[in-house]
């Protein structure tokens, strides 16, 4: 059997770093034996919109929804397509119209890695961030009216439903009863946002009678984001709205020193859908056209997307080949973000090559 897998580099560093997310794939499947038909896709990019004037063709639906897994880059580039068209236009599209309700981001200090907390080890930090992914703060519910003028209004609602919810809550419990620790932890805001986020409470309260083994504790966003800095080795699975998630995944890799190395599965839990696999990080027009980005984000997606695919020894491999090469520490192979002089394509070759055995 093969996997068809969609590949969309999209925007900026999207372009850079998938070649090396693309050679640490093929060096697992050699290895491994797996079949993997690559599908490559221009559109989700704002190049693509320049031309089109749109982020995706029209039938992108039905020339995606059949494929295995998509593999996907970064979207935005701010001087030609403003973020909010790029981004609505395109990855969450995807995320909606495929379902993957479920945004799941690793966040663990590597070794090699330097984090910028003080006497922070591997081991230290590991936990994920369970994203609820299709609604939430990411609503198109809203408007603006008596725009430019003095009574201009503008309302953008938060949108949150039982079944949404509910779903990737019982995602997250069932994720933080298959670890050791067994801990939840809910960001909530029920204080100040006093209508979603105590149901929101009350719903972790609710689902979590399933799941007795699992202790669980919940934070105020703004003191969450404060102990990801303070006692990041509290945590072991945060589950959060789509906004408070997508912060909270940017912040917590940067205390594992860098955003580059951290990746994210976009799921669509039932398999009724193709999931998604992108870095976490974003289209970085400040570095782009360098070829310093580190790769490490896109490479452990393409770890988590076999995972996913149902080959989890090769999944191990790559995560093992890109902490031996971390661990190594050699500069002229690691990128700048994480204390070297080399290069996208340095630090991909390396890991490929240390895959290929
Ligand atoms: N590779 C992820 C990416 O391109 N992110 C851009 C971004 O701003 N994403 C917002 C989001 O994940 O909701």
Excluded at 121 to 131: A, E, L, Q, S, T
Excluded at 189 to 204: C, H, L, Q
Excluded at 223 to 232: C, D, G, K, Q, S
Aim: proline share 6%; with cysteine; net charge negative.
């Amino acid at each position: 059997m093969t996997h068809r897998i969609a590949v969309i580099p999209g925007d900026g560093i999207g372009k850079e770093v998938m070649p090396e997310g693309l050679r640490a794939l093929e060096a697992a499947a050699t290895r491994f034996g797996i079949d993997v038909t690559l599908e490559h896709f221009d559109f989700a990019s704002c190049d693509y919109y320049a031309a089109h004037g749109q982020m995706l063709p029209d039938d992108w639906f039905e020339q995606l929804k059949d494929v295995d897994a998509i593999f996907y880059g970064a979207v935005g580039w701010p001087e030609t397509v403003p973020d909010h068209v790029s981004l609505w236009g395109s990855l969450l599209q995807f995320r909606r119209r495929f379902d993957q309700y479920v945004n799941l981001r690793p966040c663990k200090l590597l070794p090699g890695v330097k984090s910028p907390l003080a006497d922070r080890k591997p081991g230290d930090i590991d936990f994920y961030v369970v994203r609820e992914n299709t609604e939430g703060e990411y609503s198109s519910v809203g408007g603006r009216m008596f725009e430019g003028t003095e009574r201009e209004v503008v309302i953008q609602e938060t949108v949150m439903t039982r079944t949404g919810v509910d779903r990737v809550l019982k995602y997250a419990y069932e994720l933080a009863q298959s670890r050791p620790r067994k801990k939840l932890t809910s960001a909530t805001k029920s204080n100040g946002i006093a209508i979603t986020m105590p149901w929101w409470d009350e719903r972790v309260k609710a689902v979590g009678v399933n799941y007795p083994q699992v202790s669980v504790d919940q934070f105020h966003i703004d003191i969450l984001a404060a102990n990801f800095v303070m006692h990041p080795d509290w945590f072991d699975v945060v589950v959060a709205s789509n906004l408070f998630g997508d912060i909270l995944s940017d912040l917590g890799p940067a205390c594992t020193g860098t955003i580059g190395v951290a990746p994210s599965a976009n799921i669509n839990p039932d398999g009724t859908f193709p999931s998604l696999f992108e870095p976490v990080h974003g289209s970085a027009p400040d570095i782009a056209g360098k070829g310093i980005a580190n790769p490490i984000g896109q490479i452990w997606s393409a770890a988590m997307m076999l995972e996913h695919l149902g080959h989890p020894a090769a999944s191990q491999a790559i995560v093992d080949a890109f902490e031996a090469v971390l661990g190594e520490g050699d500069k002229a192979t690691l990128t700048p973000d994480i204390g070297g002089n080399g290069t996208t394509e340095t630090l991909g070759r390396a890991i490929a090559e240390r895959l290929a055995g």
